[in-house]
């Protein structure tokens, strides 16, 4: 069984209102046949689901890998093309507004 690590709620601006939608990260798993670790993402809302992966040599890699590139992922997305994707009652036009609504733009150190 998949374990999410990680959920951000999205919401869905569509022709019958606001629906609301998810980003989730699933926990690292090791796996030997490529001596590397994955890490699955995924994109949900009404009409639309995405899940891909991303291998790193380790956990800890791959869960910056899969943060750097999910805000680039939605981006890509017609949707969000569209105007259609939103966090926190705000619609979201720029990858690089995704990274700072998830929190990726603070500088922690």
């Given amino acids: ?3 999410v690590v990680a959920e951000r709620t999205l919401e869905f601006y569509g022709d019958d209102g606001v629906g609301v ?3 989730r990260v699933y926990a690292p798993v090791k796996d030997e046949r490529v001596v590397a670790w994955l890490c699955q993402f ?3 809302w009404p009409g639309f689901q995405l899940r891909r992966s ?4 380790d ?6 890998a899969v943060n750097a590139r999910v805000p680039r992922a939605i981006a890509e997305t017609e949707d969000f093309k569209a105007g259609r994707i939103g966090m926190f009652g705000k619609k979201l036009t720029t990858a690089r507004q995704v ?3 998830l929190g990726l733009r603070k500088r922690w150190l």
């Fill in 1 to 3: 069984m998949d374990a």
């Fill in 21 to 23: 939608g998810a980003i």
């Fill in 42 to 44: 995924e994109f949900v």
């Fill in 54 to 57: 991303l291998f790193a040599p």
């Fill in 59 to 64: 956990s800890w890699a791959v869960l910056f």
């Fill in 99 to 101: 990274e700072k609504m």
